[in-house]
């Protein structure tokens, strides 16, 4: 039976500070999901980097709202949509619509697909040269997943789940929802929790800071989360189902 690797798996042999340097801080957004697609067509293209930012706009113009207003069902459904509105979350389905798509307009080509996949399909893919893999993760307020950051090293869980305000109600979303960069695979890495060492192996490009700043606290240091915690939140089921990657390939 597969299983995890004995020795650590860095994406394409890198080291962790190369790779930390291509995060970059979504701010209070629902980017996500564009900044894994730019970290992933910048490691891709040799380490050029895109504007993760403009990147997630270029989303904002094919959104699955603006093709249904077009084409009905068959253009919400089947259209090449980038967003599902301006603004809002992008599923796997846009992700990889994304990536092909920017990839084009830079003047290179990538095979994208997305995929219901198993924790030996993350190990397969890393180990894979010239290929990047997108996660999407979800929890609830009773399932906060814990992650290290780079600042200090601690778990801390992901942040609650967030609400939007309708009239004067406040409705609070049923799940929170994330896209990361797998980068590495690290059986070595521990964090603390509460003074306690716990063994962290999954390493992400996450985008929750500018990691190319060299003067900020924890640069060169890649996002990990504990075996367990990522499992759970990656098989958590959002309304798309449970387990997503998308797998971008040069």
């Not at 009239?167 to 799940?175: H, M, Q, S």
């Amino acid at each position: 039976m597969p299983g995890p690797p004995e020795n650590a798996l860095y994406w394409g042999g890198q080291s962790e500070e190369y790779l930390s340097t291509f995060q970059r801080n979504q701010g209070q957004s629902n980017h996500c999901g564009a900044y894994a697609v730019g970290a992933a067509l910048s490691l891709l293209r040799g380490g050029r980097t895109l504007d993760y930012r403009e990147l997630a706009g270029s989303a904002d113009r094919s959104t699955s709202l603006l093709w249904a207003a077009l084409l009905g069902v068959p253009g919400l459904l089947f259209g090449p949509t980038r967003r599902l509105w301006p603004g809002g979350p992008i599923t796997p389905r846009q992700q990889a619509n994304l990536a092909r798509w920017a990839a084009r307009r830079r003047g290179f080509k990538v095979k994208a697909k997305v995929m219901r996949g198993t924790v030996d399909d993350l190990w397969r893919y890393l180990a894979q040269p010239g290929t990047v893999v997108l996660v999407t993760i979800g929890w609830d307020d009773d399932t906060r997943p814990r992650i290290a950051h780079p600042d200090d090293g601690k778990l801390k869980p992901f942040p609650p789940v967030g609400a939007i305000r309708i009239l004067d109600r406040t409705v609070r979303y049923p799940f929170a929802a994330h896209v990361m960069a797998l980068a590495a695979y690290d059986p070595s890495r521990t964090a603390t929790a509460e003074g306690e060492e716990i063994a962290t192996p999954w390493g992400f490009i996450n985008s929750w800071r500018d990691g190319h700043e060299r003067e900020k606290p924890g640069y060169g240091r890649l996002y990990w989360m504990p075996d367990a915690d990522f499992r759970a939140a990656w098989e958590y089921s959002i309304l798309i189902g449970s387990r997503y990657m998308v797998v971008i390939a040069a």
